[in-house]
């Protein structure tokens, strides 16, 4: 089992930037690949990006591609997401997931999920 805690979330106004984290415990291995989704209400949860963290490399979807960046500390068992240039519609509850079995950029592929930190961007 792998236990993932967010943290960070909140309130931000357009073109701020906002800091979020994932504590991972548990079962966690140096090989896992660690993602961030999000959700609004009333519809899918939707892949932000993700990281390998044997190596480090990091992959985004294309809406947040060049404002946002993830990294890790792997002594800490921790990945960040930096939220920079934030936008009205990037405004959303944040989840860290881990543990895909399949595609990298399905929720449903995600064994363990985190309870969610939301993230409200003002205009």
């Known amino acids: 089992q792998v236990q993932l805690v967010e943290s960070g979330g909140g309130s931000v106004q357009v073109g701020g930037s906002l800091r979020l984290s994932c504590a991972a415990s548990g079962s966690t291995r140096r090989d896992m690949y660690m993602a961030w989704f999000r959700q609004v209400p009333g519809k899918e949860r939707e892949w932000v990006g993700y990281i390998y963290t044997a190596t480090g490399v990091t992959n985004y979807d294309k809406a947040v591609k060049g404002r946002f960046t993830i990294s890790q500390d792997r002594a800490k068992n921790t990945i960040t997401l930096v939220m920079d240039s934030l936008k009205p519609e990037d405004t959303a509850m944040y989840y860290c997931?881990?543990?895909?079995?399949?595609?990298?950029?399905?929720?449903?592929?995600?064994?363990?999920w985190g309870q969610g930190t939301q993230v409200t961007v003002s205009s």
């Open positions: 997931a881990a543990e895909p079995s399949g595609n990298l950029a399905s929720a449903g592929a995600y064994k363990y």
